[in-house]
Protein backbone atom coordinates (compact mmCIF):
# COMPACT_ATOMS: atom_id res chain seq x y z
CA UNK A 1 0.00 0.00 0.00
CA UNK A 2 1.33 3.68 -0.82
CA UNK A 3 -0.49 6.43 1.05
CA UNK A 4 -0.12 9.43 2.85
CA UNK A 5 -2.12 10.97 5.89
CA UNK A 6 -4.19 7.53 6.27
CA UNK A 7 -5.62 5.08 9.13
CA UNK A 8 -5.67 2.50 7.10
CA UNK A 9 -2.11 2.58 7.03
CA UNK A 10 -1.89 0.75 10.13
CA UNK A 11 -4.65 -1.31 9.17
CA UNK A 12 -2.78 -2.83 6.40
CA UNK A 13 -0.08 -3.35 8.19
CA UNK A 14 -1.83 -5.73 10.77
CA UNK A 15 -3.00 -7.48 7.80
CA UNK A 16 0.24 -8.20 6.44
CA UNK A 17 0.37 -5.50 3.78
CA UNK A 18 3.70 -3.67 3.51
CA UNK A 19 3.16 -0.10 3.83
CA UNK A 20 4.63 3.25 1.97
CA UNK A 21 3.83 6.82 3.55
CA UNK A 22 4.58 9.49 1.60
CA UNK A 23 6.03 12.14 3.42
CA UNK A 24 5.21 15.61 3.53
CA UNK A 25 8.17 17.47 2.83
CA UNK A 26 6.54 21.22 3.47
CA UNK A 27 5.27 20.36 6.78
CA UNK A 28 4.17 17.55 9.11
CA UNK A 29 3.75 13.96 8.10
CA UNK A 30 1.36 12.09 9.54
CA UNK A 31 2.34 8.40 10.87
CA UNK A 32 -0.13 6.60 12.24
CA UNK A 33 2.11 4.01 12.95
CA UNK A 34 3.08 3.01 17.02
CA UNK A 35 6.38 2.82 17.84
CA UNK A 36 6.43 -1.00 18.84
CA UNK A 37 5.79 -1.70 14.90
CA UNK A 38 9.02 -2.87 12.77
CA UNK A 39 10.62 -0.68 10.39
CA UNK A 40 10.44 -4.27 8.25
CA UNK A 41 6.65 -3.89 7.61
CA UNK A 42 6.87 0.15 6.36
CA UNK A 43 9.10 2.91 5.11
CA UNK A 44 8.51 6.64 5.45
CA UNK A 45 9.66 7.86 1.89
CA UNK A 46 10.37 11.71 0.67
CA UNK A 47 11.41 10.93 -2.57
CA UNK A 48 14.92 10.26 -2.40
CA UNK A 49 15.34 8.05 -4.61
CA UNK A 50 12.94 6.39 -7.47
CA UNK A 51 9.53 4.71 -6.12
CA UNK A 52 10.45 1.32 -7.59
CA UNK A 53 13.27 0.65 -6.07
CA UNK A 54 11.87 1.66 -2.34
CA UNK A 55 9.15 -1.05 -3.14
CA UNK A 56 11.86 -3.34 -4.38
CA UNK A 57 13.67 -3.14 -0.98
CA UNK A 58 10.14 -3.00 1.38
CA UNK A 59 9.12 -6.32 -0.49
CA UNK A 60 12.26 -8.07 0.37
CA UNK A 61 12.91 -6.98 4.01
CA UNK A 62 9.17 -8.42 4.11
CA UNK A 63 9.78 -11.85 2.41
CA UNK A 64 13.22 -11.93 4.42
CA UNK A 65 10.71 -11.69 7.69
CA UNK A 66 7.74 -13.65 7.13
CA UNK A 67 8.82 -16.37 10.11
CA UNK A 68 8.21 -13.45 12.67
CA UNK A 69 5.09 -11.48 10.94
CA UNK A 70 2.58 -13.92 11.97
CA UNK A 71 3.27 -13.60 15.60
CA UNK A 72 4.08 -9.53 15.46
CA UNK A 73 0.90 -8.84 13.90
CA UNK A 74 -1.17 -10.91 16.41
CA UNK A 75 0.32 -9.07 19.16
CA UNK A 76 -0.67 -5.85 17.71
CA UNK A 77 -4.25 -6.74 16.55
CA UNK A 78 -4.36 -7.60 20.75
CA UNK A 79 -2.92 -4.27 21.60
CA UNK A 80 -4.57 -1.77 19.01
CA UNK A 81 -7.91 -3.55 17.82
CA UNK A 82 -11.13 -4.86 19.61
CA UNK A 83 -13.62 -7.72 18.51
CA UNK A 84 -17.09 -5.68 16.98
CA UNK A 85 -19.72 -7.34 19.26
CA UNK A 86 -23.14 -5.86 20.77
CA UNK A 87 -21.94 -5.39 24.19
CA UNK A 88 -18.50 -3.18 22.50
CA UNK A 89 -20.94 -1.08 20.19
CA UNK A 90 -23.27 -0.46 22.89
CA UNK A 91 -20.34 0.65 25.12
CA UNK A 92 -18.87 3.14 22.93
CA UNK A 93 -22.24 4.68 22.20
CA UNK A 94 -23.57 4.75 25.36
CA UNK A 95 -20.03 5.38 27.25
Known sequence: MIAAASSSIFESIVHGVPVIIIGNRRGLTY???????????????????PL??????LLVKHKNNVSS??????????????RITSFETKRLILG
Open 31 to 49: NPIPINCKSERWVLYYGEK
Open 52 to 57: SSIIMD
Open 69 to 82: LELELNELKAQYFQ
